[in-house]
């Protein structure tokens, strides 16, 4: 065959080939600019990073969503999903839909209450639970160090710190006073992630003004409180892991997770978050205003590490730990979850589920 026919077949080739490669390079470059433009919807379907369970009933709720579209938006996250609580759903729905929905971290924004019910739903399973304090005590970010008065601050805690597991406490009331309001579940089981307790601190919650918490913040509870210092002393048995029940006369019965109150008030110094116990203490005074004075300056003192074991006290808080504590009472008195009142209770059992639930700390 002449050189000239076999120059012309390769050219032909290779004008077929390059014929080939032009095609498909156009057709990849149409698609491209043909495909649909990616919305903040799309990201948070194909992996949404954080969500929010807000209680947009709290003031500043609206700041609290603002500044974290803000930060998700100026780190070029995908656009943060929200979910609001109602009445009838403090949080718990909605934290589970945001699990189902694939949130990495779910945040709770919003009071006690709020974060209490995000922690049901991701209790056991893995997910991080963030915290971004609206609330009055805001009693679990005070103890993992979560700042309070700064949203911004709070959420850098979210977005970079990390997985702590700790332990969460349940309770669950066995047997209602007769003469109780009985809840729609009377046999739930509530969490709770700082302390339960049964008589003078669940009355002091039970009586807690709504209006003027939003007002005066913590300080409602203490002036709560100040109606019930003249109350009668209860009749307790108390009955730890597998001992033998003891009786005592008593003001309230309180077992904690963790310690920290707000006003700088540290009730339980012992109480360790992750050790797989809860500290039980058991607060009793006499001799009226004289008694709860003496009792304050041990709790003070007892926040400062220094414990005064002297008998003879008036006003005293005694400690132990357990794993489950069950607590009855003569006639019922007020129960409560990490500032959520349960109603009048004759029988509170509480246990520990260790290391059930990560948090996002600092």
Not at 179 to 201: K, S, Y
Not at 254 to 279: Q, S, Y
Not at 290 to 308: I, T
Request: proline share 5%; charged share 25%.
């Amino acid at each position: 065959m002449p050189w000239g026919v076999w120059i012309g077949i390769v050219a032909l080739v290779v004008a077929l080939a390059a014929l080939g490669v032009a095609l498909l390079l156009w057709r990849r470059a149409h698609a491209r600019t043909s495909a649909p433009e990616t919305t903040p919807d799309d990201d948070a379907e194909a992996g949404v990073r954080l969500a929010v369970v807000i209680n947009p009933s709290k003031e500043g709720a609206a700041d609290v969503r603002a500044t974290v579209e803000r930060v998700c938006a100026d780190a070029a996250m995908p656009t943060p999903r929200f979910y609001e609580t109602t009445m009838d759903d403090p949080g718990t729905g909605q934290a589970r839909a945001a699990l189902a929905d694939g949130a990495e971290v779910v945040v709770a924004a919003g009071g006690d209450g709020t974060v209490r019910a995000v922690a049901e739903a991701l209790t056991g399973t893995g997910r991080a639970m963030g915290l971004l304090p609206v609330g009055t005590g805001n009693l679990l970010a005070r103890n993992l160090d979560i700042p309070l008065t700064s949203v911004a601050d709070a959420l850098a805690v979210v977005l970079g710190g990390r997985d702590r597991t700790i332990d969460v406490g349940r309770a669950r009331v066995t047997e209602f006073a007769p003469d109780a309001e009985l809840p729609d579940d009377p046999d739930a089981t509530h969490v709770f992630l700082v302390i339960a307790g049964l008589g003078f601190d669940a009355a002091m919650v039970a009586d807690a003004d709504d209006q003027l918490k939003a007002r005066v913040g913590w300080v409602a509870y203490f002036l709560a409180g100040a109606r019930h210092l003249h109350g009668r002393r209860m009749r307790a048995t108390i009955r730890l892991d597998d001992g033998e029940a003891v009786e005592a006369r008593l003001r309230s019965v309180m077992v904690g997770n963790c310690g920290r109150l707000p006003g700088g008030i540290t009730l339980l110094p012992d109480a360790i978050i992750d050790d797989g116990e809860l500290d039980v203490a058991a607060i009793d005074t006499r001799g009226g205003l004289a008694g709860w004075a003496q009792l304050l300056g041990e709790v003070v003192a007892q926040g400062l590490g220094v414990r005064n074991d002297l008998p003879g006290k008036i006003g005293r808080i005694d400690h132990i730990r357990a794993k489950r504590a069950v607590v009855r009472v003569d006639g019922g008195e007020q129960a409560q979850v990490d500032g959520d009142p349960l109603g009048r209770a004759v029988e509170l059992e509480t246990w520990v589920d260790p290391s059930a639930l990560v948090v996002r700390t600092g």
